[in-house]
């Protein structure tokens, strides 16, 4: 064996001998699952809300709370919206400046997976700078995937209408960019992109 091989395979063997550094995670306050508008008002009053006070952010117990009512678990333990099949085989992602979090529903906690920031990836439209709250969602790409993700935003949107946020659902993003980015599972893509934040005072 000469001396520079023998260097790498040390070199090799000091690399595995180091403790593997754990993913990032953010525990989040419990959800407040009790409250809030009326369910026929907040339908009623449902609206897409595009212009967001940049300057007021979101707190961790109301983001707890947006990411509950969007992929959470209930207190029997099933999720806050149906899947065909009970398949539960879509991803929620938040995105910021620093970095891409996954929502782990069963420890109500946000999993770091990059540092990247992948929101100009979302940036295509001149109000998404402004927004606080950027949620990605990723599923199999077919029509019950799709289906998983409107019952996703939808809650969101109830949940905003009741708690006067503004929000919006995307879809003018680079899907294609931001699946390669998360490196999801063969069939799986980014589908859609939800703008939450305090709307901007007139």
Not at 55 to 80: C, F, H, M, Y
Not at 81 to 97: G, S, W
Request: net charge neutral.
């Amino acid at each position: 064996m000469n001396k520079q091989h023998h260097l790498s395979l040390l070199a090799g063997l000091l690399t595995l001998s180091q403790p593997l550094t754990a993913a990032e995670t953010k525990q989040l306050p419990a959800p407040n699952t009790t409250g809030g508008m009326p369910l026929m008002e907040a339908i009623n009053n449902r609206a897409s809300g595009r212009l967001y006070d940049k300057n007021r952010p979101v707190d961790d117990q109301t983001l707890s709370e947006i990411l509950w009512v969007a992929w959470g678990q209930n207190t029997a333990g099933k999720r806050t919206i149906a899947t065909a099949r009970n398949q539960q085989n879509m991803a929620l992602y938040l995105l910021t400046p620093t970095g891409t979090w996954l929502y782990k529903a069963d420890t109500n906690t946000l999993q770091k997976i990059n540092d990247k920031n992948l929101i100009p990836h979302c940036d295509t439209q001149p109000f998404v700078k402004d927004a606080p709250i950027h949620l990605l969602y990723a599923a199999k790409d077919d029509k019950w995937g799709r289906c998983h993700i409107g019952s996703a935003y939808q809650n969101v949107y109830l949940y905003a209408t009741s708690k006067g946020l503004a929000t919006v659902i995307r879809g003018l993003i680079d899907d294609t960019a931001l699946t390669r980015e998360l490196n999801l599972p063969e069939g799986e893509r980014v589908i859609a992109h939800q703008t939450i934040g305090w709307p901007e005072k007139e």
